[in-house]
């Protein structure tokens, strides 16, 4: 049987699923009904409703139900992987664990469990319990021993050359121009993931030509990152009304041109070498007494010290990046990008420097290879 890449396919997944060749999927992201058990309607404290998710496909009448459903799909989706192939579960504290038990029982080997940190999440309006302000993805290999594809490198690339942790904070919920809209200028769907959760876990756990599916398409943001990544895709989507906002939105995703040594990340030589922030003070790019000036704003500045740590107004003191993230509100920065130094009226981004130094360096070896 021919596979069906960049296709939709329209009904219930694990009838899907089974109709398609067996050992044929090189990854699956599957965000399944969180069977979250809403009793009643939520409200704010100014007694607007919150839209919440109520729809149909996410009730189950029992847990017992949604163990035989997940059961179900976690099986189709094991018959489908090839033995290097991985899968990734998305829930919530509602789901995860009953999944987690699953997907061992039926011999998959759990990975890791990454935890998705939302930079905006819902309130407890009630104030009875915490805020759920994250939620869990599971990454497994088909069998205890099995080999699956990591990029590595790819994903020190996107954490500042640093080893990618399994905390993810830097992502939101999809809001904004994302958010895609029905007629009404509604949600139109209640549970889209936003597109740089899909981007780091294609680009982690896949290669370009892979084939990656998607049981629970809904918006379709599996494809469209996709796309954009030079994977082939597939999709599972059982409620009718969400394909044709689903085509849409990956017909209009411009992916550049495929450029095999632009999109293969699994390369482990570094592009450019590493340079300290202290190499730059030592090297005289920078000045002990100088200030650096976070997103160029002359109102928040730090120090440079004869250490190569920056000092802040406010007596802060650390790292160029530990500073960034200060300023930042706790969040992780890459300093490179957000400090900026000032050369007459001008605020110059201060990797600006070090690629000069590099191309210092780059010259100096190719005079001594000469010499």
Known sequence: MELPLNQILQGDCVDRMNQLPAQSVDLIFADPPYNLQLQNELHRPNMTKVNA????????????AYDDFTQSWLAACKRLLKPTGSIWVIGSYHNIFRVGAIMQNLGFWILNDVIWIKTNPMPNFRGVRFTNAHETLIWASTAQGARYTFNHQAMKGLNDEKQ????????????????????NGNKAHSTQKPAALLYRLLLAASQPGDIVLDPFFGSGTTGAVAKRLHRNWIGIERQEKYIPLAQQRIEAVQAEPFVENTFDVRGKKKTAPRVAFARLLENGYVQPGQKLYYQADPARS??????????AADDFEGTMHQVARHFAGDAPCNGWEVWFYQDGENFIKLDTLRQQFRDTIACMETETKRG
Do not use: H, N, Y
């Not at 998710?53 to 017992?64: G, H, I, K, L």
């Not at 905390?167 to 007629?183: C, F, I, N, Q």
């Open 302 to 311: 730090a120090t440079i010290k004869p250490d190569a740590r920056l000092c």
């Open 164 to 183: 990618m942790r399994s905390d993810w904070w830097l992502l939101s919920l999809a809001t904004g121009a994302e958010r895609l809209k029905d007629e």
């Open 53 to 64: 998710v109520d729809d149909d496909w996410d009730q189950f009448d029992s847990f017992a």
